[in-house]
Protein backbone atom coordinates (compact mmCIF):
# COMPACT_ATOMS: atom_id res chain seq x y z
CA UNK A 1 0.00 0.00 0.00
CA UNK A 2 2.88 2.29 0.67
CA UNK A 3 6.74 2.97 0.22
CA UNK A 4 6.63 4.90 2.79
CA UNK A 5 10.04 3.35 5.22
CA UNK A 6 9.15 5.40 8.02
CA UNK A 7 5.31 3.47 7.99
CA UNK A 8 6.60 0.01 7.10
CA UNK A 9 9.79 -0.16 9.47
CA UNK A 10 6.60 0.79 12.56
CA UNK A 11 4.61 -1.91 10.57
CA UNK A 12 7.68 -5.17 11.17
CA UNK A 13 8.31 -3.87 14.88
CA UNK A 14 4.73 -4.05 15.50
CA UNK A 15 4.80 -7.78 13.52
CA UNK A 16 7.82 -8.91 15.21
CA UNK A 17 6.63 -7.80 18.77
CA UNK A 18 3.03 -8.96 18.25
CA UNK A 19 3.32 -11.68 16.52
CA UNK A 20 -0.28 -11.39 14.50
CA UNK A 21 -1.04 -14.91 12.12
CA UNK A 22 -1.78 -12.12 10.02
CA UNK A 23 -1.59 -8.22 8.71
CA UNK A 24 -4.73 -7.17 6.89
CA UNK A 25 -4.35 -2.74 5.63
CA UNK A 26 -7.56 -0.72 6.54
CA UNK A 27 -8.35 0.79 2.49
CA UNK A 28 -11.36 2.25 3.52
CA UNK A 29 -13.36 0.63 0.95
CA UNK A 30 -16.69 -0.28 2.01
CA UNK A 31 -16.74 -4.03 0.51
CA UNK A 32 -13.84 -4.62 2.89
CA UNK A 33 -16.02 -2.69 5.82
CA UNK A 34 -18.78 -4.71 4.89
CA UNK A 35 -16.78 -8.36 5.38
CA UNK A 36 -15.34 -6.94 9.12
CA UNK A 37 -19.07 -6.33 9.97
CA UNK A 38 -20.26 -9.78 8.79
CA UNK A 39 -17.25 -11.43 10.23
CA UNK A 40 -17.85 -9.15 13.76
CA UNK A 41 -21.32 -9.97 13.71
CA UNK A 42 -20.25 -13.60 12.84
CA UNK A 43 -17.41 -13.76 15.89
CA UNK A 44 -20.16 -12.34 18.46
CA UNK A 45 -18.41 -8.82 18.51
CA UNK A 46 -21.34 -7.01 16.94
CA UNK A 47 -25.51 -7.82 16.53
CA UNK A 48 -26.94 -6.69 13.15
CA UNK A 49 -30.33 -4.42 14.34
CA UNK A 50 -33.26 -4.45 12.45
CA UNK A 51 -32.14 -3.21 9.01
CA UNK A 52 -35.93 -1.59 8.21
CA UNK A 53 -35.15 0.86 11.19
CA UNK A 54 -31.96 0.82 11.83
CA UNK A 55 -30.07 0.67 8.22
CA UNK A 56 -26.55 -0.49 8.60
CA UNK A 57 -26.72 -0.13 12.51
CA UNK A 58 -25.07 -2.68 15.09
CA UNK A 59 -24.87 -2.98 18.76
CA UNK A 60 -21.82 -4.15 20.88
CA UNK A 61 -21.32 -4.97 24.54
CA UNK A 62 -18.18 -4.40 25.95
CA UNK A 63 -16.92 -6.63 28.81
CA UNK A 64 -18.47 -5.30 32.23
CA UNK A 65 -15.07 -4.35 33.43
CA UNK A 66 -14.39 -1.93 30.43
CA UNK A 67 -16.98 0.94 30.16
CA UNK A 68 -15.19 4.53 30.19
CA UNK A 69 -12.04 5.95 29.97
CA UNK A 70 -9.71 4.87 32.44
CA UNK A 71 -8.08 8.40 33.57
CA UNK A 72 -5.85 6.19 36.44
CA UNK A 73 -4.13 4.10 34.12
CA UNK A 74 -3.91 7.05 31.37
CA UNK A 75 -0.64 8.53 31.36
CA UNK A 76 1.82 10.90 29.54
CA UNK A 77 5.35 9.72 29.29
CA UNK A 78 8.11 12.16 29.33
CA UNK A 79 11.62 12.05 30.03
CA UNK A 80 11.32 14.47 32.73
CA UNK A 81 8.90 14.58 35.02
CA UNK A 82 7.69 17.93 35.33
CA UNK A 83 6.97 17.84 31.43
CA UNK A 84 3.84 15.64 32.33
CA UNK A 85 3.30 15.84 35.75
CA UNK A 86 1.19 16.48 38.25
CA UNK A 87 -1.98 16.53 36.75
CA UNK A 88 -0.81 13.86 34.72
CA UNK A 89 0.28 10.24 35.51
CA UNK A 90 3.96 9.92 34.36
CA UNK A 91 6.46 7.25 33.50
CA UNK A 92 9.96 7.98 32.36
CA UNK A 93 9.49 7.23 28.37
CA UNK A 94 12.15 3.93 28.67
CA UNK A 95 10.26 2.48 31.31
CA UNK A 96 6.89 3.10 30.18
CA UNK A 97 8.03 1.40 26.94
CA UNK A 98 9.94 -1.30 27.95
CA UNK A 99 6.53 -1.99 30.08
CA UNK A 100 4.55 -1.98 27.04
CA UNK A 101 6.80 -3.89 24.84
CA UNK A 102 6.26 -6.58 27.42
CA UNK A 103 2.67 -6.37 27.66
CA UNK A 104 2.38 -6.60 23.82
CA UNK A 105 4.67 -9.37 23.40
CA UNK A 106 3.11 -12.08 21.55
CA UNK A 107 -0.16 -10.63 22.45
CA UNK A 108 -2.02 -11.05 18.67
CA UNK A 109 -0.86 -14.47 18.21
CA UNK A 110 -3.86 -16.29 16.34
CA UNK A 111 -4.82 -12.94 15.59
CA UNK A 112 -5.24 -10.16 12.83
CA UNK A 113 -3.32 -6.92 12.93
CA UNK A 114 -5.37 -4.04 11.29
CA UNK A 115 -3.45 -1.39 9.92
CA UNK A 116 -5.36 1.61 9.92
CA UNK A 117 -4.44 4.86 8.30
CA UNK A 118 -6.38 7.81 9.41
CA UNK A 119 -6.49 11.57 9.20
CA UNK A 120 -7.75 13.91 11.40
CA UNK A 121 -9.22 16.39 9.21
CA UNK A 122 -10.24 16.46 5.86
CA UNK A 123 -7.96 14.00 3.27
CA UNK A 124 -5.20 16.30 1.93
CA UNK A 125 -5.73 19.61 3.72
CA UNK A 126 -2.96 21.78 4.97
CA UNK A 127 -3.66 21.70 8.73
CA UNK A 128 -5.13 17.73 8.58
CA UNK A 129 -2.48 15.39 10.34
CA UNK A 130 -2.04 11.55 10.14
CA UNK A 131 -2.18 8.93 12.30
CA UNK A 132 -1.44 4.94 12.01
CA UNK A 133 -3.25 2.92 13.97
CA UNK A 134 -2.34 -0.96 14.58
CA UNK A 135 -5.01 -3.12 16.33
CA UNK A 136 -6.21 -6.81 16.91
CA UNK A 137 -10.23 -5.42 17.44
CA UNK A 138 -12.83 -5.21 14.55
CA UNK A 139 -14.68 -3.10 16.67
CA UNK A 140 -12.08 -0.78 16.28
CA UNK A 141 -11.33 -0.74 12.96
CA UNK A 142 -15.49 -0.22 12.48
CA UNK A 143 -15.83 2.74 14.98
CA UNK A 144 -12.57 4.58 13.93
CA UNK A 145 -14.12 3.80 10.35
CA UNK A 146 -16.64 6.08 10.94
CA UNK A 147 -14.39 8.91 13.20
CA UNK A 148 -11.90 9.46 10.99
CA UNK A 149 -11.18 9.03 7.25
CA UNK A 150 -9.33 5.89 6.64
CA UNK A 151 -7.93 3.91 4.26
CA UNK A 152 -5.66 4.37 0.75
CA UNK A 153 -6.24 7.97 0.39
CA UNK A 154 -4.64 8.54 3.36
CA UNK A 155 -1.66 6.66 2.75
CA UNK A 156 -1.36 8.60 -0.41
CA UNK A 157 -1.85 12.00 1.31
CA UNK A 158 0.86 10.69 3.53
CA UNK A 159 3.60 10.25 0.89
CA UNK A 160 7.05 9.93 2.65
CA UNK A 161 5.65 11.72 5.49
CA UNK A 162 5.54 11.74 9.16
CA UNK A 163 2.65 10.45 11.33
CA UNK A 164 1.71 9.74 14.95
CA UNK A 165 2.15 5.53 15.94
CA UNK A 166 -0.99 3.77 17.75
CA UNK A 167 -0.29 0.30 18.82
CA UNK A 168 -3.74 -1.13 20.30
CA UNK A 169 -4.50 -4.59 21.59
CA UNK A 170 -7.63 -5.29 23.54
CA UNK A 171 -5.26 -8.45 24.96
CA UNK A 172 -7.11 -9.91 27.67
CA UNK A 173 -9.00 -7.11 28.77
CA UNK A 174 -7.66 -7.17 32.38
CA UNK A 175 -8.27 -4.18 34.17
CA UNK A 176 -4.77 -4.44 36.05
CA UNK A 177 -3.10 -4.53 33.19
CA UNK A 178 -4.77 -1.96 30.95
CA UNK A 179 -2.59 1.14 30.07
CA UNK A 180 -3.34 3.91 27.84
CA UNK A 181 -0.12 5.60 27.60
CA UNK A 182 1.31 8.51 25.14
CA UNK A 183 4.56 9.77 24.30
CA UNK A 184 4.39 12.96 22.90
CA UNK A 185 7.86 12.94 22.54
CA UNK A 186 7.94 10.00 20.77
CA UNK A 187 5.31 10.46 18.53
CA UNK A 188 3.56 7.44 20.11
CA UNK A 189 0.77 6.04 21.25
CA UNK A 190 0.42 2.26 23.18
CA UNK A 191 -3.02 1.22 24.15
CA UNK A 192 -3.55 -2.47 25.99
CA UNK A 193 -6.43 -4.49 27.92
CA UNK A 194 -9.01 -2.29 26.84
CA UNK A 195 -11.43 -2.04 23.99
CA UNK A 196 -13.79 0.93 25.08
CA UNK A 197 -13.85 4.23 22.96
CA UNK A 198 -11.50 7.37 24.47
CA UNK A 199 -9.19 4.27 25.47
CA UNK A 200 -8.76 2.61 22.01
CA UNK A 201 -10.07 5.03 19.05
CA UNK A 202 -6.46 6.62 19.71
CA UNK A 203 -7.67 9.29 17.02
CA UNK A 204 -9.90 10.94 18.98
CA UNK A 205 -8.64 11.48 22.66
CA UNK A 206 -5.33 10.54 22.80
CA UNK A 207 -4.22 11.65 19.25
CA UNK A 208 -6.41 15.08 18.79
CA UNK A 209 -6.03 16.35 22.17
CA UNK A 210 -3.19 14.49 24.15
CA UNK A 211 -0.42 14.38 21.28
CA UNK A 212 -2.10 17.67 19.48
CA UNK A 213 -2.40 19.71 22.66
CA UNK A 214 1.96 18.90 22.73
CA UNK A 215 1.83 19.63 18.69
CA UNK A 216 -0.20 22.74 19.43
CA UNK A 217 2.28 24.00 22.29
CA UNK A 218 5.37 23.59 20.11
CA UNK A 219 3.73 24.83 16.76
CA UNK A 220 2.18 27.76 17.68
CA UNK A 221 -1.96 26.52 17.70
CA UNK A 222 -4.15 24.93 20.05
CA UNK A 223 -6.19 21.36 20.51
CA UNK A 224 -8.90 21.77 22.70
CA UNK A 225 -12.11 19.66 24.03
CA UNK A 226 -14.74 21.98 22.37
CA UNK A 227 -17.94 21.71 20.20
CA UNK A 228 -18.41 24.17 17.60
CA UNK A 229 -21.62 26.00 16.29
CA UNK A 230 -22.84 28.08 13.64
CA UNK A 231 -25.67 30.48 14.64
CA UNK A 232 -27.02 32.44 11.92
CA UNK A 233 -29.53 35.34 12.63
CA UNK A 234 -32.35 36.52 11.13
CA UNK A 235 -30.43 39.01 9.03
CA UNK A 236 -28.36 36.02 7.72
CA UNK A 237 -25.63 37.18 9.57
CA UNK A 238 -23.23 33.71 10.93
CA UNK A 239 -21.12 33.60 13.94
CA UNK A 240 -19.39 30.55 15.85
CA UNK A 241 -19.11 29.90 18.98
CA UNK A 242 -16.67 27.56 20.25
CA UNK A 243 -17.25 25.45 23.48
CA UNK A 244 -15.66 23.52 26.45
CA UNK A 245 -17.45 20.96 28.55
CA UNK A 246 -15.90 18.66 30.70
CA UNK A 247 -16.83 15.02 29.61
CA UNK A 248 -20.86 14.20 29.57
CA UNK A 249 -21.72 17.95 30.10
CA UNK A 250 -23.36 18.60 27.10
CA UNK A 251 -21.45 19.51 24.44
CA UNK A 252 -23.20 17.33 22.03
CA UNK A 253 -26.39 18.89 22.65
CA UNK A 254 -25.55 22.41 22.77
CA UNK A 255 -23.50 21.57 19.19
CA UNK A 256 -27.00 20.29 17.71
CA UNK A 257 -29.23 21.98 19.57
CA UNK A 258 -32.90 22.85 17.58
CA UNK A 259 -33.88 26.73 18.68
CA UNK A 260 -36.64 27.56 20.68
CA UNK A 261 -39.96 28.15 18.63
CA UNK A 262 -39.54 31.95 19.35
CA UNK A 263 -36.04 31.78 17.44
CA UNK A 264 -37.36 29.69 14.83
CA UNK A 265 -40.19 31.82 13.82
CA UNK A 266 -37.59 34.73 13.75
CA UNK A 267 -35.46 33.09 11.69
CA UNK A 268 -32.45 32.19 13.48
CA UNK A 269 -30.88 29.02 12.36
CA UNK A 270 -27.83 26.93 14.27
CA UNK A 271 -25.67 24.28 12.45
CA UNK A 272 -22.85 21.94 13.85
CA UNK A 273 -19.64 22.01 12.84
CA UNK A 274 -18.42 19.64 15.63
CA UNK A 275 -19.01 17.93 18.96
CA UNK A 276 -16.31 17.44 21.14
CA UNK A 277 -12.65 18.73 19.58
CA UNK A 278 -11.39 21.47 18.06
CA UNK A 279 -8.25 22.47 16.20
CA UNK A 280 -7.82 25.88 16.51
CA UNK A 281 -5.23 28.05 14.82
CA UNK A 282 -4.58 31.93 14.07
CA UNK A 283 -5.74 33.07 10.77
CA UNK A 284 -4.43 35.48 8.73
CA UNK A 285 -6.93 38.18 9.46
CA UNK A 286 -5.49 37.74 13.40
CA UNK A 287 -8.78 36.06 14.27
CA UNK A 288 -8.98 32.54 15.77
CA UNK A 289 -9.70 29.67 13.32
CA UNK A 290 -11.06 25.89 14.51
CA UNK A 291 -11.99 23.11 12.81
CA UNK A 292 -13.25 19.77 13.46
CA UNK A 293 -10.99 17.10 13.43
CA UNK A 294 -13.15 13.91 13.73
CA UNK A 295 -15.54 12.49 11.11
CA UNK A 296 -18.49 10.98 13.25
CA UNK A 297 -20.01 11.31 16.55
CA UNK A 298 -19.15 9.09 19.72
CA UNK A 299 -22.34 10.62 21.84
CA UNK A 300 -23.84 9.76 25.39
CA UNK A 301 -26.66 7.86 24.21
CA UNK A 302 -29.03 8.01 27.94
CA UNK A 303 -30.87 11.18 27.96
CA UNK A 304 -30.82 11.84 23.87
CA UNK A 305 -34.47 11.80 22.56
CA UNK A 306 -36.87 13.02 20.03
CA UNK A 307 -37.58 16.69 22.13
CA UNK A 308 -33.68 16.80 24.49
CA UNK A 309 -31.89 16.50 20.94
CA UNK A 310 -33.74 15.43 17.98
CA UNK A 311 -30.61 16.04 15.55
CA UNK A 312 -28.54 13.90 17.52
CA UNK A 313 -31.06 11.00 17.57
CA UNK A 314 -31.88 11.32 14.05
CA UNK A 315 -27.69 10.72 13.56
CA UNK A 316 -28.00 7.49 14.62
CA UNK A 317 -30.55 6.16 12.75
CA UNK A 318 -28.25 4.42 10.43
CA UNK A 319 -24.93 3.24 9.83
CA UNK A 320 -24.11 3.97 13.81
CA UNK A 321 -22.80 1.34 16.24
CA UNK A 322 -24.49 1.33 19.54
CA UNK A 323 -22.44 0.24 22.62
CA UNK A 324 -23.70 -0.86 26.16
CA UNK A 325 -27.40 -0.01 25.21
CA UNK A 326 -30.45 -1.71 25.85
CA UNK A 327 -30.95 -4.06 23.18
CA UNK A 328 -35.06 -4.62 22.46
CA UNK A 329 -35.65 -8.29 21.16
CA UNK A 330 -39.07 -7.85 20.05
CA UNK A 331 -38.01 -5.37 17.11
CA UNK A 332 -34.19 -5.91 17.45
CA UNK A 333 -33.61 -2.28 17.65
CA UNK A 334 -32.34 -0.73 20.79
CA UNK A 335 -33.14 1.68 23.30
CA UNK A 336 -32.04 3.49 26.60
CA UNK A 337 -33.10 5.47 29.62
CA UNK A 338 -34.70 9.10 28.43
CA UNK A 339 -35.29 7.83 24.98
CA UNK A 340 -38.96 7.45 25.71
CA UNK A 341 -41.64 6.42 27.85
CA UNK A 342 -41.67 3.12 26.88
CA UNK A 343 -38.59 0.39 28.31
CA UNK A 344 -39.12 -2.83 25.87
CA UNK A 345 -41.11 -5.43 27.82
CA UNK A 346 -38.92 -8.16 25.82
CA UNK A 347 -35.21 -6.57 26.38
CA UNK A 348 -31.45 -7.91 27.00
CA UNK A 349 -29.50 -5.23 29.39
CA UNK A 350 -25.82 -4.05 28.62
CA UNK A 351 -24.64 -6.44 30.41
CA UNK A 352 -26.05 -9.03 27.62
CA UNK A 353 -28.43 -10.51 31.10
CA UNK A 354 -32.52 -10.82 30.80
CA UNK A 355 -33.86 -7.15 31.51
CA UNK A 356 -36.92 -6.12 33.53
CA UNK A 357 -37.93 -2.40 33.28
CA UNK A 358 -40.03 -3.07 36.41
CA UNK A 359 -37.39 -3.28 38.51
CA UNK A 360 -35.35 -0.04 37.28
CA UNK A 361 -35.49 2.48 40.28
CA UNK A 362 -33.82 5.97 39.43
CA UNK A 363 -31.42 6.32 41.97
CA UNK A 364 -30.18 2.59 41.41
CA UNK A 365 -28.23 2.92 38.45
CA UNK A 366 -26.92 -0.74 38.60
CA UNK A 367 -30.73 -1.51 37.72
CA UNK A 368 -30.18 0.87 34.20
CA UNK A 369 -31.11 -1.37 31.38
CA UNK A 370 -28.17 1.21 29.17
CA UNK A 371 -25.04 1.70 31.08
CA UNK A 372 -25.15 5.48 32.34
CA UNK A 373 -21.86 5.91 29.19
CA UNK A 374 -23.56 3.76 26.79
CA UNK A 375 -22.93 5.89 23.45
CA UNK A 376 -23.16 5.87 19.49
CA UNK A 377 -20.86 6.21 17.20
CA UNK A 378 -22.00 8.01 14.25
CA UNK A 379 -21.16 9.15 10.62
CA UNK A 380 -20.95 13.16 10.60
CA UNK A 381 -23.00 13.04 7.22
CA UNK A 382 -26.26 11.37 8.69
CA UNK A 383 -26.16 14.96 11.02
CA UNK A 384 -29.52 17.00 9.64
CA UNK A 385 -27.64 20.43 10.81
CA UNK A 386 -24.04 19.34 9.75
CA UNK A 387 -22.62 22.84 8.54
CA UNK A 388 -21.61 23.04 5.06
CA UNK A 389 -18.65 24.64 6.62
CA UNK A 390 -18.04 21.03 8.45
CA UNK A 391 -15.02 20.87 5.68
CA UNK A 392 -13.79 23.86 5.18
CA UNK A 393 -10.19 24.10 4.98
CA UNK A 394 -9.32 26.96 7.14
CA UNK A 395 -12.16 25.68 9.25
CA UNK A 396 -14.42 28.60 10.97
CA UNK A 397 -13.58 31.83 12.95
CA UNK A 398 -14.34 32.53 16.33
CA UNK A 399 -16.33 35.35 17.18
CA UNK A 400 -17.01 33.55 21.22
CA UNK A 401 -15.22 31.05 23.53
CA UNK A 402 -17.20 29.46 26.31
CA UNK A 403 -16.24 27.58 29.41
CA UNK A 404 -18.81 25.52 31.38
CA UNK A 405 -19.15 23.22 33.81
CA UNK A 406 -22.01 21.10 35.91
CA UNK A 407 -22.06 23.20 39.02
CA UNK A 408 -25.23 22.90 41.71
CA UNK A 409 -24.71 25.81 43.10
CA UNK A 410 -21.69 28.73 42.85
CA UNK A 411 -21.65 29.26 38.73
CA UNK A 412 -23.99 31.57 37.49
CA UNK A 413 -25.66 30.86 34.15
CA UNK A 414 -23.62 32.82 31.87
CA UNK A 415 -20.68 35.80 32.90
CA UNK A 416 -17.93 37.06 30.57
CA UNK A 417 -14.26 37.90 31.33
CA UNK A 418 -13.13 41.23 31.27
CA UNK A 419 -10.26 40.30 28.23
CA UNK A 420 -8.39 37.58 27.03
CA UNK A 421 -5.97 37.02 29.91
CA UNK A 422 -9.00 37.14 32.65
CA UNK A 423 -10.73 34.72 29.41
CA UNK A 424 -7.78 32.27 30.44
CA UNK A 425 -8.60 32.60 34.15
CA UNK A 426 -11.90 32.03 33.99
CA UNK A 427 -11.03 28.55 31.77
CA UNK A 428 -8.19 27.52 34.28
CA UNK A 429 -10.70 27.64 37.14
CA UNK A 430 -13.42 25.85 36.07
CA UNK A 431 -15.14 23.08 38.12
CA UNK A 432 -17.23 20.54 37.70
CA UNK A 433 -19.43 16.97 38.76
CA UNK A 434 -18.01 14.39 37.90
CA UNK A 435 -19.59 11.55 35.20
CA UNK A 436 -19.41 8.66 34.36
CA UNK A 437 -17.59 9.47 31.23
CA UNK A 438 -14.52 7.77 33.30
CA UNK A 439 -14.42 5.37 35.88
CA UNK A 440 -14.43 6.43 39.47
CA UNK A 441 -17.07 8.22 41.50
CA UNK A 442 -19.64 10.17 39.84
CA UNK A 443 -20.73 13.40 40.91
CA UNK A 444 -17.53 14.75 42.87
CA UNK A 445 -16.82 19.06 42.50
CA UNK A 446 -13.20 18.45 40.97
CA UNK A 447 -11.10 21.62 39.18
CA UNK A 448 -10.87 20.53 35.45
CA UNK A 449 -9.53 23.60 33.38
CA UNK A 450 -10.79 24.29 30.37
CA UNK A 451 -12.36 21.06 30.29
CA UNK A 452 -8.91 19.25 29.47
CA UNK A 453 -7.86 18.09 32.65
CA UNK A 454 -7.69 14.27 31.39
CA UNK A 455 -5.91 15.20 27.86
CA UNK A 456 -3.46 17.90 28.05
CA UNK A 457 -0.57 16.47 27.06
CA UNK A 458 1.83 18.08 29.07
CA UNK A 459 2.82 20.11 32.32
CA UNK A 460 -0.92 22.42 33.21
CA UNK A 461 1.29 25.39 33.71
CA UNK A 462 2.95 25.47 30.47
CA UNK A 463 -1.06 24.79 29.24
CA UNK A 464 -2.09 28.06 30.81
CA UNK A 465 1.01 29.61 29.50
CA UNK A 466 0.20 28.55 25.90
CA UNK A 467 -3.47 30.21 26.38
CA UNK A 468 -1.59 33.55 27.72
CA UNK A 469 1.00 33.46 24.57
CA UNK A 470 -1.70 32.72 22.19
CA UNK A 471 -4.02 35.41 23.65
CA UNK A 472 -0.82 37.77 22.38
CA UNK A 473 -1.07 36.27 18.55
CA UNK A 474 -4.29 36.88 18.08
CA UNK A 475 -4.97 40.98 16.86
CA UNK A 476 -8.85 40.05 17.08
CA UNK A 477 -9.33 38.30 19.69
CA UNK A 478 -13.03 35.94 20.07
CA UNK A 479 -14.21 37.19 24.08
CA UNK A 480 -14.36 34.39 26.66
CA UNK A 481 -17.24 33.40 28.75
CA UNK A 482 -18.73 30.43 31.23
CA UNK A 483 -22.12 29.39 31.87
CA UNK A 484 -23.59 26.76 33.63
CA UNK A 485 -26.96 25.00 32.49
CA UNK A 486 -26.83 22.64 36.04
CA UNK A 487 -27.77 25.01 38.76
CA UNK A 488 -30.60 23.12 40.99
CA UNK A 489 -32.65 24.21 42.83
CA UNK A 490 -33.19 22.92 47.05
CA UNK A 491 -34.53 20.16 45.65
CA UNK A 492 -31.99 19.12 43.08
CA UNK A 493 -33.78 19.93 40.14
CA UNK A 494 -32.26 21.86 37.08
CA UNK A 495 -33.68 25.53 37.64
CA UNK A 496 -32.62 26.17 33.77
CA UNK A 497 -34.53 24.38 31.56
CA UNK A 498 -31.31 23.95 28.82
CA UNK A 499 -31.05 22.07 25.91
CA UNK A 500 -32.89 23.96 23.33
CA UNK A 501 -33.01 26.79 25.24
CA UNK A 502 -29.75 27.28 26.03
CA UNK A 503 -29.71 29.36 22.39
CA UNK A 504 -31.13 32.11 24.44
CA UNK A 505 -27.69 32.49 26.48
CA UNK A 506 -25.98 32.40 23.38
CA UNK A 507 -28.28 34.62 21.57
CA UNK A 508 -26.81 37.20 24.82
CA UNK A 509 -23.62 36.24 23.98
CA UNK A 510 -23.51 37.54 20.28
CA UNK A 511 -24.96 40.03 21.60
CA UNK A 512 -22.19 41.13 23.53
CA UNK A 513 -19.28 40.40 21.06
CA UNK A 514 -21.12 43.38 18.93
CA UNK A 515 -21.17 45.76 21.86
CA UNK A 516 -25.14 45.73 21.43
CA UNK A 517 -26.39 45.10 25.12
CA UNK A 518 -25.19 46.33 28.79
CA UNK A 519 -24.19 44.50 31.53
CA UNK A 520 -23.24 44.53 35.07
CA UNK A 521 -19.89 44.52 36.21
CA UNK A 522 -19.41 42.02 39.19
CA UNK A 523 -16.62 40.23 41.46
CA UNK A 524 -16.23 37.73 39.23
CA UNK A 525 -16.86 39.34 35.71
CA UNK A 526 -19.78 40.79 33.25
CA UNK A 527 -23.35 39.10 34.33
CA UNK A 528 -26.19 39.92 32.43
CA UNK A 529 -28.99 42.01 33.36
CA UNK A 530 -32.03 39.73 33.93
CA UNK A 531 -34.07 41.44 31.02
CA UNK A 532 -31.73 40.89 28.62
CA UNK A 533 -32.11 36.75 28.64
CA UNK A 534 -34.76 36.78 26.61
CA UNK A 535 -37.61 34.34 28.23
CA UNK A 536 -40.35 34.65 25.94
CA UNK A 537 -42.10 31.40 25.29
CA UNK A 538 -40.75 29.69 28.63
CA UNK A 539 -43.56 28.63 30.68
CA UNK A 540 -41.70 28.25 33.61
CA UNK A 541 -39.26 30.87 34.01
CA UNK A 542 -39.42 34.48 35.17
CA UNK A 543 -37.51 37.28 35.31
CA UNK A 544 -36.89 36.84 38.63
CA UNK A 545 -35.53 33.22 37.86
CA UNK A 546 -32.98 34.48 35.60
CA UNK A 547 -31.98 37.06 38.61
CA UNK A 548 -31.34 34.16 40.93
CA UNK A 549 -29.52 32.18 37.75
CA UNK A 550 -27.26 34.80 37.77
CA UNK A 551 -26.71 35.43 41.31
CA UNK A 552 -23.56 35.13 42.37
CA UNK A 553 -23.12 34.39 46.57
CA UNK A 554 -19.62 35.95 47.52
CA UNK A 555 -18.97 33.57 50.84
CA UNK A 556 -19.34 30.87 48.30
CA UNK A 557 -16.79 32.56 45.79
CA UNK A 558 -14.30 33.22 48.40
CA UNK A 559 -14.63 29.40 49.23
CA UNK A 560 -14.29 29.19 45.51
CA UNK A 561 -11.09 31.34 45.55
CA UNK A 562 -9.51 29.43 48.09
CA UNK A 563 -9.98 26.05 46.29
CA UNK A 564 -8.21 27.70 43.68
CA UNK A 565 -5.60 28.79 45.04
CA UNK A 566 -5.09 25.15 46.44
CA UNK A 567 -5.59 24.19 43.30
CA UNK A 568 -2.70 26.35 41.42
CA UNK A 569 -0.10 25.12 44.27
CA UNK A 570 -0.89 21.57 43.39
CA UNK A 571 -0.14 22.73 39.89
CA UNK A 572 3.41 23.42 41.19
CA UNK A 573 5.59 26.66 39.90
CA UNK A 574 5.20 26.77 36.47
CA UNK A 575 1.47 28.54 36.65
CA UNK A 576 1.64 31.38 34.82
CA UNK A 577 2.06 34.75 37.68
CA UNK A 578 -0.65 36.73 35.36
CA UNK A 579 -2.88 34.40 36.64
CA UNK A 580 -1.74 34.73 40.19
CA UNK A 581 -2.41 38.20 39.49
CA UNK A 582 -5.65 37.68 38.23
CA UNK A 583 -6.93 35.16 41.62
CA UNK A 584 -5.30 38.36 43.81
CA UNK A 585 -7.87 40.71 41.94
CA UNK A 586 -11.21 38.48 41.99
CA UNK A 587 -10.07 38.47 46.10
CA UNK A 588 -9.77 41.89 46.02
CA UNK A 589 -12.84 42.61 44.22
CA UNK A 590 -14.60 39.86 46.13
CA UNK A 591 -13.41 41.79 49.59
CA UNK A 592 -15.22 45.02 48.28
P1 LIG B 1 -18.77 13.69 25.95
O1 LIG B 1 -19.13 13.00 24.69
O2 LIG B 1 -18.51 12.74 27.08
O3 LIG B 1 -17.63 14.64 25.79
O4 LIG B 1 -20.10 14.48 26.47
P2 LIG B 1 -20.80 15.84 26.00
O5 LIG B 1 -20.14 17.00 26.63
O6 LIG B 1 -20.93 15.86 24.52
O7 LIG B 1 -22.24 15.71 26.69
P3 LIG B 1 -23.69 15.44 26.05
O8 LIG B 1 -24.14 16.54 25.16
O9 LIG B 1 -23.68 14.07 25.47
O10 LIG B 1 -24.59 15.46 27.35
C1 LIG B 1 -24.33 14.63 28.46
C2 LIG B 1 -25.52 14.56 29.37
O11 LIG B 1 -25.89 15.88 29.80
C3 LIG B 1 -26.75 13.97 28.70
O12 LIG B 1 -27.37 13.09 29.62
C4 LIG B 1 -27.63 15.16 28.43
O13 LIG B 1 -28.98 14.82 28.44
C5 LIG B 1 -27.26 16.13 29.55
N1 LIG B 1 -27.41 17.54 29.10
C6 LIG B 1 -26.90 18.09 27.98
N2 LIG B 1 -27.25 19.40 27.86
C7 LIG B 1 -27.99 19.68 28.95
C8 LIG B 1 -28.66 20.88 29.42
O14 LIG B 1 -28.62 21.94 28.80
N3 LIG B 1 -29.33 20.77 30.61
C9 LIG B 1 -29.38 19.61 31.30
N4 LIG B 1 -30.05 19.61 32.46
N5 LIG B 1 -28.78 18.46 30.90
C10 LIG B 1 -28.10 18.50 29.75
C1 LIG C 1 -15.34 12.01 26.69
O1 LIG C 1 -15.25 11.27 27.69
O2 LIG C 1 -15.06 13.24 26.73
C2 LIG C 1 -15.80 11.45 25.41
C3 LIG C 1 -15.93 10.01 25.30
O3 LIG C 1 -16.00 12.19 24.46
S1 LIG C 1 -14.41 9.21 25.09
O4 LIG C 1 -14.17 9.05 23.65
O5 LIG C 1 -14.49 7.92 25.73
O6 LIG C 1 -13.33 10.01 25.62
MN1 LIG D 1 -15.66 14.38 24.99
Not at 56 to 83: M, P, Q
Not at 91 to 102: I, S
Request: glycine share 8%; with cysteine; proline share 4%.
Amino acid sequence: MTNNKKVLEFIEQSKQLCQPDQIVWIDGSEEQLEALRKQAVEEKILIKLNEEKLPGCYLHRTTVNDVARVEGRTFICSKCKEDSAPINNWMETTEAMNLMNGLFNGVMKGRTMYVIPYSMGAVGSKFSKIGIELTDSIYVVLNMAIMTRVGKAVIDALGDGDFIKGLHSYAELSEEKRYIMHFPEENAIMSINSNYGGNVLLGKKCFALRIASFLGKNEGWMAEHMLILGITNPKGEKKYIAAAFPSACGKTNLAMLIPPAIYQEKGYKVECVGDDIAWIRVGEDGRLWAVNPENGFFGVAPGTNMKSNPNALLSTQKNTIFTNVVHNLDDNTVWWEGLDNNPPANAIDWKGNKWDYKKFDKKDKSTCGAHPNSRFTAPTVNCPCLSDQFEAPNGVPLSAIVFGGRRAKTAPLVYQSKDWNNGVFVGSIMASETTAAATGAVGVVRRDPMAMRPFVGYNMGDYFNHWIEMGEKITNKPKIFNVNWFRTDDNGNFIWPGFGDNLRVLDWILDRCEDKVDARETAIGYVPYAKDINVEGLADVTEATIEDLLSIDKENWKAEAEGIEGFYKELGDRVPAELYSQLEALKKNLNK
